[in-house]
């Protein structure tokens, strides 16, 4: 088992900057991939990226691409979420995920997910 904790979140106008933390705990040896996805309201949630723990090779979404960064400290067993000009549309709870597969990418792909924080962009 997997606990994740998300923090950092938070409000912010547009153009601006956030980092989200994600920290793992418990079984992080199981890790194979974690990934960042975001749901706003009356929308489905979707996937924002996902970096691969041993190779840092990362995936981001066409909408947030160029904008947003993902990394992590493997002797922190933290991942990060840089973003960057922020735009109201961004506006969202972001969820940290954990998996066991190298290359998750789909939803159903990752078992562990944190409690989710609420990014707001305002214009």
């Known amino acids: 088992q997997v606990q994740l904790v998300e923090s950092g979140g938070g409000l912010v106008q547009a153009g601006g900057s956030l980092r989200l933390s994600c920290a793992a705990s418990g079984r992080t040896f199981s890790l194979g991939a974690m990934g960042w996805f975001r749901q706003a309201p009356g929308k489905e949630r979707e996937i924002v990226g996902t970096?691969?723990?041993?190779?840092?090779?990362?995936y981001y979404a066409d909408s947030v691409k160029g904008r947003f960064t993902i990394s992590r400290d493997n002797a922190k067993s933290t991942v990060y979420l840089q973003m960057n000009s922020l735009k109201p549309e961004d506006t969202a709870v972001y969820y940290c995920?954990?998996?066991?597969?190298?290359?998750?990418?789909?939803?159903?792909?990752?078992?562990?997910w944190g409690q989710g924080i609420q990014v707001t962009v305002s214009s």
């Open positions: 995920a954990g998996s066991t597969y190298f290359y998750a990418r789909a939803t159903n792909d990752f078992g562990s």
């Open positions: 970096i691969r723990w041993r190779t840092s090779s990362t």
